[in-house]
């Protein structure tokens, strides 16, 4: 199986589960693991790893439009370094201060390969889950698209420092508590905005009308080719953290005007189907491989 495979095999059985984390009596629940192999290209410090372990499992709590509380990470590695353990915890603190969350330890194990599982505990009692959008209603993204894709490519280039600076985003907390009043549906795109789009379609039993010009980040620009490219990169590489929402259509300037970081309007939800500019938009993403 793959890994969607299996996570909708064991959604099946454990319904609790949830969204992009799990709620329990007013709490948010979520755990992410990250890999050297698959996650933390060759120049990634381990700051960023830090930053961008805790930022993942962050950035849940921002799609289910909740208050971040506290963050924990294991930290697995071949060695123990102090300065590498130094600069994974300051990482980690650093993006919790980000949210106005708290990173409060974790721990430490010997491990093959360089390997982080987090964990982070949010509020909120009107969670924001993936099943409520509605035709009509408008498709929203904030930020910008393609961040990671570009730090990739700027990884496999030697230009490690642009590249590690794209990795640590800021987690969408705050926009995520401002679009909870209005939103009727959210998800991060940490698998990329077209994976995203399927994946509310499916939860809410709707289509959606996507159209350019996308929010494609200035960085994509600058390593894609083609325009074409530029946004196969931004649409569908993923691990970029944005939120992706559907919100009714009157309410996009109010909410705009709300909250801390760029809105776009990117589409509308129909009946059926999810498209680019009128052609069908593959279910193409990230992948935990």
């Given at each position: 199986m793959d890994e969607r495979t299996a996570l909708?095999?064991?959604?099946d059985a454990l319904p609790g589960a949830g969204d992009d984390a799990a709620v329990v009596d007013g709490l948010l629940l979520t755990t992410d693991m990250l890999h050297e192999r698959t996650d933390f290209p060759d120049g990634t410090t381990r700051r960023t790893a830090g930053w961008r372990a805790v930022g993942a499992s962050l950035s849940d709590v921002a799609a289910m439009g909740g208050e971040a509380v506290a963050a924990v990470a294991a930290y697995g590695a071949p060695t123990f370094d102090a300065d590498e353990i130094e600069a994974f915890v300051e990482g980690a603190r650093k993006v919790c201060e980000a949210v106005d969350a708290e990173y409060v330890g974790g721990d430490?194990?010997?491990?093959?390969?360089?390997?982080?599982?987090?964990a982070v505990v949010g509020r909120t009692d009107e969670p924001v889950t993936r099943a409520g959008a509605r035709p009509g209603d408008a498709v929203c993204v904030t930020g910008t698209l393609g961040r990671t894709a570009a730090a990739l490519r700027l990884f496999e280039a030697g230009e490690s420092e642009r590249?590690?600076?794209?990795f640590r985003f800021t987690p969408r907390v705050a926009a995520g508590r401002a679009l909870a009043a209005h939103a009727t549906a959210m998800i991060d795109s940490s698998d990329g905005l077209a994976r995203s789009l399927h994946q509310l379609a499916a939860a809410s039993g709707c289509g959606f009308a996507v159209e350019t010009p996308l929010p494609i980040d200035d960085a994509v620009h600058e390593v894609a080719t083609t325009e074409a490219e530029a946004?196969?990169?931004?649409t569908t590489v993923g691990e970029d953290f944005e939120l992706v929402c559907t919100l009714p259509a009157d309410a996009v300037a109010a909410?705009?005007?709300a909250i801390p970081t760029s809105l776009t309007r990117v589409g509308t939800a129909t009946e059926t189907g999810v498209t680019l500019d009128g052609e069908e938009l593959p279910d193409r993403g990230y992948d935990h491989g």
């Open positions: 909708a095999r064991l959604g430490l194990d010997h491990h093959e390969e360089f390997t982080v599982a987090t590249a590690n600076d794209l946004l196969a990169l931004g909410v705009r005007d």
